[in-house]
Each structure stands twice: as structure tokens, then as C-alpha cells.
């Protein structure tokens, strides 16, 4: 599964980082550090990888293949 990040949806509330520490990292201003690349999800992190996707207000994280 990957995800990418929009950076210009990114507002930084870190509901995906807090959600999914093991698939989502913030940077030093509070963002998504992955904006604008693409997140290999680790094995076993799928359903925290989607809680954080599916909780971002924003909508700046989507799936780009499962």
C-alpha cells in the first residue's frame, strides 16, 4: 500500500502522525513530513495508515495503490 500527501491540503493539525506513528512522521513546523512524495506503508500498518487518512480534515492524504 502507498499513500501521498497533497502539500497544498497539508494544514499541519497532525491527526495522521498522531494516528499512524509507525507510517506518518511530522516535520520541524508540525507538518506531514512526506508532503509532495509518496509512503511506503509498512506490513501490518494498513488499517492505522487509513485511520490517519480517513481523520485528516483536509483530505490531503490518498491511496495510490493497495
Known amino acids: 500500500m502507498k499513500l501521498a500527501i497533497d502539500g497544498k491540503l497539508c494544514s499541519g493539525h497532525g491527526r495522521c502522525y498522531t494516528l499512524a506513528p509507525k507510517v506518518f512522521d511530522s516535520d520541524a513546523e ?3 513530513a512526506a508532503v509532495e512524495t509518496q509512503i511506503d ?6 488499517e492505522a495508515a487509513r485511520m490517519g487518512m480517513r481523520m485528516c480534515p483536509e483530505k490531503a492524504i490518498t491511496i495510490v495503490e493497495e
Do not use: K, M, T
Not at 41 to 46: I, K, L, N
Open 30 to 32: 508540525g507538518y506531514n
Open 41 to 46: 506503508v509498512p506490513a501490518g500498518q494498513e
